[in-house]
């Protein structure tokens, strides 16, 4: 089983549309999560952390459920510009502050 | 300006042949990592450094070895005992967060 694992869509959407993209992670002990966003042949950008009580950053909403091992992110009202590949990561126990990345997830937002 | 460099953009090898990819920073950083990426999967890790002098190796070292001798830079050698080495690398640095570098292309012909 992947440590981290994401549906890898394309999830196909039009302009205004609301989308949700859910990832699970399989270490109990993970200590930090996030959501990045990388571009076609770009390098990845941080696009917001995920906190336990759920944080909002503009369009963007994200969600912790440690419970049940999953983190989402939901945007509204999407953009054109919003199509890109989003990351779900997580830092997999304290002492080794590396990443533990899912495939990602591809969104396309159309017109 | 404030960031992560990687150089070369682009780089082609031959078999056989060992190389040698930049990555530097000047955000202050003590944790540098790299990072490999393949077509339609998520980033592995290769090695990590959390300060200078030190270094661990990743989930992928095989092929692969680092230096940290200033704080600054953490350059990445592929060697010619790395099967597969055709894809693309990412360097990283971070205090909480990691921000990555533009990343090399490179190519085994």
């Known amino acids: 089983r992947k440590e981290v694992e994401q549906d890898p869509g394309p999830f196909n959407v039009p302009e205004g549309a609301t989308v949700a993209f859910n990832c699970t992670y399989s270490?109990?002990?993970?200590?930090?999560f996030f959501w990045y966003r990388q571009d076609c042949r770009k390098e990845p950008k941080l696009l917001m952390s995920v906190y336990s009580s759920g944080n909002e950053d503009g369009r963007f909403t994200a969600q912790l459920n440690r419970a049940s091992q999953y983190i989402s992110l939901l945007i509204r009202d999407s953009k054109l510009s919003d199509s890109a590949t989003y990351l779900c990561?997580?830092?997999?126990?304290?002492?080794?502050?590396?990443?533990?990345f899912g495939s990602g997830t591809r969104l396309q937002v159309q017109p | 300006d404030g960031g992560i460099t990687q150089s070369p953009k682009y780089l082609f090898r031959k078999e056989g042949q060992n190389v040698t990819l930049s990555c530097e920073q000047n955000?202050?950083?003590?944790?540098m990592y790299w990072y490999r990426q393949d077509p339609g999967q998520g980033l592995r890790l290769i090695y990590y450094?959390?300060?200078?002098?030190?270094?661990q190796k990743g989930d992928i070292a095989e092929g692969y070895s680092v230096s940290r001798e200033k704080k600054e830079s953490f350059p990445l050698t592929v060697t010619s005992a790395q099967k597969n080495p055709t894809a693309f690398y990412l360097c990283a640095s971070s205090h909480n967060e990691q921000f990555f570098g533009p990343g090399t292309r490179l190519t085994v012909l």
């Open positions: 270490n109990s002990a993970s200590q930090s």
């Open positions: 990561v997580v830092t997999p126990f304290t002492g080794r502050r590396a990443l533990t």
């Open positions: 450094s959390q300060i200078v002098n030190d270094f």
């Open positions: 955000l202050n950083h003590d944790a």
